[in-house]
């Protein structure tokens, strides 16, 4: 590829992301989907790789019958209300659609089977921007119409991706694909509050975005695609590997690290709103994603590769991360002290 295309690229899904997010009407949010989508395709397949084709491919078909569905729903709300507006969503069919279309977006069970398989045929940075930025529109439509939304239904739909989501990571040794049912864990969480508090979704899907970029910048400097590549990693670059266990452990939503803060308050809010099984329901699931988190974790410092010498360390190491690598991972591991303030602004 043309080293001038990637800028290019990367301007036009910042185009692309803020149409869509400062706009009023259905047509120009399907638009800024649309250029988001052209944009990403490229940058998905870049490496001509075969796996990478297979990737774009499926990324473009899915995208696409997700973006004909959003307009289905706008035009079938429009011809029952005469209404445009994003947050006028309120013929029933239009908002079951919706649901359906930015399910198919943002990889939500049942429609998540794409992701995993797109994530894998990219690069690690590219799996970065779909992770985070390519989910950031999708949810902010979802934000904009949350009054109109069934929650029984997204309820069902977070269960079942917060099951999968760290059902299916058990078995993964690729770390693409351990991100990508990450990810999908994730936004069940995201899903399950949305009706209920869409500041809380949205502080939710900030702090992931957070701690994922931090994982994967880690684990882009380290070159590391499997777990026995995070295995023999330890002794090139010490410090990076501890970081990114405890960023795992913060993913993992454990207490003294900034995942807990949104898990916390997810289950606080669930509980003033008396839906208390669906609360314990989903904290006992994200046990699942806890294991994989921990067999990451596991590999990255608390065992070392057989090494021919006496040495842990080599003499040569790789240079240090980049400075937004080193200030995600202290937001990812140290903001819980500042919960309350956080939780107060937003």
Same mark, same amino acid.
């Given at each position: 590829?043309?080293?001038?295309? +990637?800028?290019?690229?990367?301007?036009?899904?910042?185009? /692309? +992301? %803020?149409?869509?997010?400062?706009?009023?009407? &259905?047509?120009?949010? &399907?638009?800024?989907?649309?250029?988001?989508? !052209?944009?990403?395709?490229?940058?998905? =397949?870049?490496?001509?790789?075969?796996?990478?084709?297979?990737?774009?491919?499926?990324?473009?078909?899915?995208?696409?019958?997700?973006?004909?569905?959003?307009?289905?729903?706008?035009?079938?709300?429009?011809?029952?209300?005469?209404?445009?507006?994003?947050?006028?969503? *309120?013929?029933?069919? =239009?908002?079951?659609?919706?649901?359906?279309?930015?399910?198919?977006?943002?990889?939500?069970?049942?429609?998540?089977?794409?992701?995993?398989?797109?994530?894998? /045929?990219?690069?690690?940075? %590219?799996?970065?921007?779909?992770?985070?930025?390519?989910?950031?529109?999708?949810?902010? @439509?979802?934000?904009?119409?949350?009054?109109?939304? *069934?929650?029984?239904?997204?309820?069902?739909?977070?269960?079942?991706?917060?099951? !999968?989501?760290? &059902?299916? /990571?058990?078995?993964?040794?690729?770390?693409?694909?351990?991100?990508?049912?990450?990810?999908?864990?994730?936004? /069940? &969480?995201?899903?399950?509050?949305?009706?209920?508090?869409?500041?809380?979704?949205?502080?939710?899907?900030?702090?992931?975005?957070?701690?994922?970029?931090?994982?994967?910048?880690? @684990? *882009?400097?380290?070159?590391?695609?499997?777990?026995?590549?995070?295995?023999?990693?330890?002794?090139?670059?010490?410090?990076?590997?501890?970081?990114?266990?405890?960023?795992? @452990?913060?993913?993992?939503?454990?207490?003294?690290?900034?995942?807990?803060?949104?898990?916390?308050?997810?289950?606080?809010?669930? %509980?003033?709103?008396?839906?208390?099984?669906?609360?314990?329901?989903?904290?006992?699931?994200?046990?699942?994603?806890?294991?994989?988190?921990?067999?990451?974790?596991?590999?990255?410092?608390?065992? @070392?590769?057989?090494?021919?010498? *006496?040495?842990?360390?080599?003499?040569? +190491?790789?240079?240090?991360? =980049?400075?937004?690598?080193?200030?995600?991972?202290?937001?990812?591991?140290?903001?819980?002290?500042?919960?309350?303030?956080?939780?107060?602004?937003?």
């Amino acid at each position: 590829m043309n080293p001038h295309a +990637t800028p290019i690229l990367v301007l036009s899904l910042a185009l /692309g +992301t %803020t149409i869509t997010i400062s706009s009023n009407h &259905w047509v120009l949010a &399907w638009t800024g989907l649309e250029i988001n989508t !052209l944009a990403v395709i490229p940058l998905i =397949s870049k490496s001509h790789h075969p796996r990478a084709v297979e990737a774009a491919t499926k990324y473009f078909l899915t995208q696409a019958a997700a973006s004909a569905l959003v307009l289905f729903s706008s035009m079938t709300n429009a011809w029952a209300t005469g209404q445009w507006d994003i947050t006028q969503l *309120n013929h029933p069919t =239009s908002c079951l659609l919706l649901t359906a279309a930015i399910a198919i977006k943002l990889g939500l069970v049942p429609f998540h089977f794409w992701f995993p398989e797109v994530l894998q /045929g990219s690069s690690l940075m %590219t799996a970065l921007l779909l992770s985070t930025l390519m989910k950031f529109p999708p949810l902010t @439509l979802l934000l904009m119409t949350s009054k109109s939304l *069934n929650p029984a239904l997204l309820t069902t739909m977070a269960l079942a991706s917060a099951a !999968l989501g760290g &059902w299916m /990571g058990l078995n993964q040794t690729q770390t693409r694909k351990i991100l990508a049912f990450s990810s999908i864990a994730h936004l /069940g &969480w995201i899903a399950i509050i949305l009706v209920y508090s869409p500041k809380l979704a949205l502080l939710t899907f900030y702090l992931y975005a957070i701690m994922t970029s931090a994982v994967f910048m880690a @684990l *882009n400097k380290i070159k590391a695609l499997n777990l026995s590549m995070i295995l023999t990693s330890w002794t090139k670059t010490p410090v990076l590997n501890a970081t990114l266990m405890l960023v795992l @452990l913060s993913l993992a939503g454990l207490p003294p690290l900034t995942g807990f803060m949104p898990k916390w308050l997810i289950i606080q809010e669930l %509980t003033k709103q008396e839906m208390t099984p669906a609360a314990m329901a989903i904290a006992m699931l994200s046990l699942l994603s806890l294991f994989f988190y921990l067999r990451l974790a596991y590999h990255s410092t608390i065992t @070392l590769p057989p090494n021919l010498s *006496n040495h842990m360390k080599q003499w040569y +190491t790789s240079k240090p991360p =980049s400075t937004l690598t080193a200030i995600l991972a202290s937001l990812s591991i140290l903001l819980l002290p500042l919960s309350p303030m956080i939780h107060a602004i937003v």
